[in-house]
């Protein structure tokens, strides 16, 4: 998890050494790799899909203090959020599997 971490923060352009947030880049790296489980309907991912489930934990953290809207304005500006994983996010995602019958 250091290795997420450390490219989280580089993203987000806080220090590798500054920790006074970790508890919150784990929340959302723990909600990204959840939401895309559910997404792709797996139990795990493989690694190499590891910088998109950071990419979409940064636009989580970024995008924290607008969840819910769909729309936004002030103003003249106006900002339209997607619903759901972004498509940027989903393309690089592998796509979801279907799960027939019970087990």
Do not use: W
Not at 14 to 41: Q, V, W
Not at 66 to 77: A, D, L, P, T, W
């Amino acid at each position: 998890m250091s290795e997420l971490m450390n490219l989280m923060k580089r993203l987000l352009s806080m220090e590798p050494t500054d920790i006074s947030r970790d508890d919150i880049l784990i929340h959302y790296l723990n909600k990204a790799r959840s939401n895309i489980f559910g997404y792709c309907n797996v139990a795990i991912l493989p690694v190499e899909y590891d910088d998109v489930m950071v990419d979409y934990a940064v636009y989580l953290f970024k995008n924290r203090d607008s969840v819910g809207f769909i729309n936004k304005q002030e103003g003249e500006r106006s900002a339209t959020y997607e619903s759901g994983i972004p498509e940027s996010i989903r393309l690089a995602l592998p796509l979801p599997k279907i799960k027939v019958g019970t087990d």
